[in-house]
T-cell receptor, first 115, second 117 residues
Framework: DTEVTQTPKHLVMGMTNKKSLKCEQH?????MYWYKQKAKKPPELMFV???????INESVPSRFSPECPNSSLLNLHLHALQPEDSALYLC??????????????FGDGTRLSIL | AQTVTQSQPEMSVQEAETVTLSCTYD???????LFWYKQPPSRQMILVIR????KQQNATENRFSVNFQKAAKSFSLKISDSQLGDTAMYFC??????????????WGAGTKLIIKP
C-alpha cells in the first residue's frame, strides 16, 4: 500500500482537453513533488512545493500548471498537451524540506496518454 | 554539477543468486546522501536503501546491502538470495546536503534487473 495516493491511475485525453491529476498524502509531509517519467528512464523533476509554496519550477511548459491547495494535496492541471507529454507522472512527498536525510515517498503514478 | 552513472542497462540472474548493481557518481560536495530506489512493473518507486556520506559503515536492509566507497565515489547495491519479486528497474540517486532548501535527487539511468525462476 502506498502512502501517497495518485488519481487517476490512467488518463487518456485529446490535445484540446483540460484535465487534472491529483496527489494526496496524509503523512504530514511538507514538501511535495511532481515528476515526469518516460519509459525506462529516470524521473525528471517538474515542480517542488515547500510548505505549500512553489519553490522549484524546472522550466516546465505553461500547459502544465501545478496547484497546492493545502499541505496534503497537490494537483497538476493539464491543458493543450502535446503527444510528447505522454508519460508516467509521479507525485512524491518528503517530511521537511530542510532535512535532507529523509527520502522521498512516491505514489503509483498516473499513466497519461495524449491522443 | 553532480552526475550519477549506472553502467549496467540490464542484468539477469537465477533466483536465490546474489547480484551486485553498480553505481558511480561525481561530486565536489563532502556532505550528501545516496539512495537506491526500486521500480517494479507496478510503477511505484520504492526506496530500497540509503547511505549518508559521513557514515563509513555500509547500510544494510535485510537482503539488501551497499558497498559505499567514498574516495572512489562508488555506491553498489548487493542483493542476496534474490527473489522473483526483486525483478524491477533499480535507480541510484544522489542528493547533496543543503540546509534550509529543497532537495533534488540526481538520478542514474537505471538498471533493469530480471530474476529468473
Amino acid at each position: 500500500d502506498t502512502e501517497v495516493t495518485q488519481t487517476p491511475k490512467h488518463l487518456v485525453m485529446g490535445m484540446t482537453n483540460k484535465k487534472s491529476l491529483k496527489c494526496e498524502q496524509h503523512m504530514g509531509h511538507r514538501a511535495m513533488y511532481w515528476y515526469k517519467q518516460k519509459a525506462k528512464k529516470p524521473p525528471e523533476l517538474m515542480f517542488v512545493y515547500s510548505y505549500e509554496k512553489l519553490s522549484i519550477n524546472e522550466s516546465v511548459p505553461s500547459r502544465f500548471s501545478p496547484e497546492c491547495p493545502n499541505s496534503s494535496l497537490l494537483n497538476l492541471h493539464l491543458h493543450a498537451l502535446q503527444p510528447e507529454d505522454s508519460a508516467l507522472y509521479l507525485c512524491a512527498s518528503s517530511p521537511f524540506p530542510g532535512e535532507s536525510n529523509q527520502p522521498q515517498h512516491f505514489g503509483d503514478g498516473t499513466r497519461l496518454s495524449i491522443l | 554539477a553532480q552526475t550519477v552513472t549506472q553502467s549496467q542497462p540490464e542484468m539477469s540472474v537465477q533466483e536465490a543468486e546474489t547480484v551486485t548493481l553498480s553505481c558511480t557518481y561525481d561530486t565536489s560536495e563532502n556532505n550528501y546522501y545516496l539512495f537506491w530506489y526500486k521500480q517494479p512493473p507496478s510503477r511505484q518507486m520504492i526506496l530500497v536503501i540509503r547511505q549518508e556520506a559521513y557514515k563509513q559503515q555500509n547500510a544494510t536492509e535485510n537482503r539488501f546491502s551497499v558497498n559505499f566507497q567514498k574516495a572512489a565515489k562508488s555506491f553498489s547495491l548487493k542483493i542476496s538470495d534474490s527473489q522473483l519479486g526483486d525483478t524491477a528497474m533499480y535507480f541510484c540517486a544522489f542528493m547533496k546536503h543543503e540546509p534550509d532548501s529543497n532537495y533534488q535527487l540526481i538520478w542514474g539511468a537505471g538498471t533493469k534487473l530480471i530474476i529468473k525462476p
